[in-house]
T-cell receptor, first 111, second 111 residues
Framework: EDQVTQSPEALRLQEGESSSLNCSYT??????LFWYRQDPGKGPEFLFT???AGEEKEKERLKATLTKKESFLHITAPKPEDSATYLC????????????FGSGTKLNVKP | NAGVTQTPKFQVLKTGQSMTLQCAQD?????MYWYRQDPGMGLRLIYY???????DKGEVPNGYNVSRLNKREFSLRLESAAPSQTSVYFC??????????FGPGTRLTVT
């Protein structure tokens, strides 16, 4: 069964305190892994797609990495505006239109 | 560009009532999706439409029907609402197999 687990469920950081969020997955064949950001009361917003182990993508203070069984979202020197819930989703290679989402990590960055 | 729009934003129904959630996208995407989001469970796929004229079941299709009206519009219908369908519903679109773009959501309460 395809499954996505994110940890931790919640993370509180001080401004400038770097950390990482984890997304582990089991899928019969991975076509892509996606990271999204979701602000309260809004729909998810796309951040990154990773397709193969060893791949890395960066955007401002965020860097996403991928291994064969998990992905990390590294947050360097976070700011309060980085506070949000971060979701990951996996896409199986046998059906490009089916995406399996984790339950998210709620990040709170205190000034 | 409005992206993905959804109506209504909020809805309260009584058990047994029916309603249709509307979704439209202006990005000329081929694929459209309906998800529900419940606390602690992440986004779960209800139905998707890989292209105009096709629809397929996702993880949790029971109690729902969909219509792909044209390339822009994809509606979700609840024929006889139940309290278990209380949730936040998101519509999304994508170019086939790539990152998804989400609407702002519909918050539905069934009493």
């Amino acid at each position: 069964e395809d499954q996505v687990t994110q940890s931790p469920e919640a993370l509180r950081l001080q401004e400038g305190e770097s950390s990482s969020l984890n997304c582990s997955y089991t899928v019969s064949g991975l076509r892509g892994l996606f990271w999204y950001r979701q602000d309260p009361g809004k729909g998810p917003e796309f951040l990154f797609t990773l397709y193969s182990a060893g791949e890395e993508k960066e955007k401002e203070r965020l860097k996403a990495t991928l291994t064969k069984k998990e992905s990390f979202l590294h947050i360097t020197a976070p700011k309060p505006e980085d506070s949000a819930t971060y979701l990951c989703a996996v896409q199986a290679s046998d059906n490009f239109n089916k995406f399996y989402f984790g339950s998210g990590t709620k990040l709170n960055v205190k000034p | 560009n409005a992206g993905v729009t959804q109506t209504p934003k909020f809805q309260v129904l009584k058990t047994g009532q029916s309603m249709t959630l509307q979704c439209a996208q202006d990005m000329n995407h081929n694929s459209m999706y309906w998800y529900r989001q419940d606390p602690g469970m992440g986004l779960r796929l209800i139905y998707y439409s890989a292209s105009e004229g096709t629809t397929d079941k996702g993880e949790v299709p029971n109690g729902y029907n969909v219509s792909r009206l044209n390339k822009r519009e994809f509606s979700l219908r609840l024929e006889s609402a139940a309290p278990s369908q209380t949730s936040v519903y998101f519509c999304a679109s994508s170019e086939w197999g790539y990152e998804q773009y989400f609407g702002p959501g519909t918050r539905l309460t069934v009493t």
